[in-house]
C-alpha cells in the first residue's frame, strides 16, 4: 500500500534562518506531489507541485522554493525564513485525477 | 481560476441530527472531487471521491453528491456523533491541482 510520510513535525525556527522540509511517498511510482500550508484559521494553500522528478510549478509568489530531485521525494526551502512563513504544511500525492493523500504535516513556528 | 466556497462555515448540533455540508466551485472542467477531514493540528483524511462521471458516493454514515454542471456537491452525514467533530474540507481537482475550500467547522454534542 502507499504511504507518505512527512518531516519533522514540529520545527521552531529563528527569522533569517533556512528551511528544508521533505517528503517521501512509498508504494507508487511516478505520482503528482503537493506542498499546501494552512494559516492558523485559514484554509490551504497550494504552494507548489510537481508532476516529475525536476518538474515544479509555482502557484504562488513567496520566499519559498521546492525540488523533485528523485521520483518519490518532494522539498520544501527557503534560504531565510520570515515570521509571515509561520503555519502547518502539508505535502501530498496523488495519482494524477484520482484521490489525493496528505501526510501528517510539519508545524513551522519562526521566531 | 477555482474557487471553491462551503457553507456553513461552522455547526453546532446535538448528537443524533442528519448534517448537510454544502460546497460550491466555479470551474466545472474537473476530473473528480475529494472530501477530506482533518482533525485539530492534524493532516487531512480522505473520506470520499466522486469521480466526474459519477452523480454520489457512499462510505457508512457519509454520502456525497456531485452535481458537476451546477458546480455544487454535498457531503450529508447521518445520525452524527461526537466523534465526527472536526474541520471538513471539499477540494475539486482539476488539471494537476486540488483547491480546496476553507471547511465547515462541525461540533456535535453529546
Known amino acids: 500500500s502507499q504511504t507518505i510520510h512527512q518531516w519533522p513535525a514540529t520545527l521552531v525556527q529563528p527569522v533569517g534562518s533556512p528551511l528544508s522540509l521533505e517528503c517521501t511517498v512509498e508504494?507508487?511510482?511516478?505520482?503528482?506531489l503537493y506542498w499546501y500550508r494552512q494559516a492558523a484559521g485559514r484554509g490551504l494553500q497550494l504552494l507548489f507541485y510537481s508532476v516529475g522528478i525536476g518538474q515544479i510549478s509555482s502557484e504562488v509568489p513567496q520566499n519559498l522554493s521546492a525540488s523533485r530531485p528523485q521520483d518519490r521525494q518532494f522539498i520544501l526551502s527557503s534560504k531565510k525564513l520570515l515570521l509571515s512563513d509561520s503555519g502547518f504544511y502539508l505535502c501530498?500525492?496523488?495519482?494524477?485525477?484520482?484521490?489525493?493523500?496528505f501526510g501528517q504535516g510539519t508545524r513551522l513556528t519562526v521566531v | 481560476k477555482q474557487e471553491v466556497t462551503q457553507i456553513p462555515a461552522a455547526l453546532s448540533v446535538p448528537e443524533g441530527e442528519n448534517l448537510v455540508l454544502n460546497c460550491s466551485f466555479t470551474?466545472?472542467?474537473?476530473?473528480?472531487l475529494q472530501w477530506f477531514r482533518q482533525d485539530p493540528g492534524k493532516g487531512l483524511t480522505s473520506l470520499l471521491l466522486i469521480q466526474s462521471s459519477q452523480r454520489e458516493q457512499t462510505s457508512g454514515r457519509l454520502n456525497a453528491s456531485l452535481d458537476k454542471s451546477s458546480g455544487r456537491s454535498t457531503l450529508y452525514i447521518a445520525a452524527s456523533q461526537p466523534g465526527d467533530s472536526a474541520t471538513y474540507l471539499c477540494a475539486p481537482q482539476g488539471g494537476n491541482k486540488l483547491v480546496f475550500g476553507a471547511g465547515t467547522i462541525l461540533r456535535v454534542k453529546s
Open positions: 501530498a500525492w496523488s495519482g494524477g485525477g484520482v484521490e489525493a493523500f
Open positions: 508504494g507508487t511510482s511516478n505520482p503528482n
Open positions: 470551474d466545472s472542467a474537473i476530473y473528480n
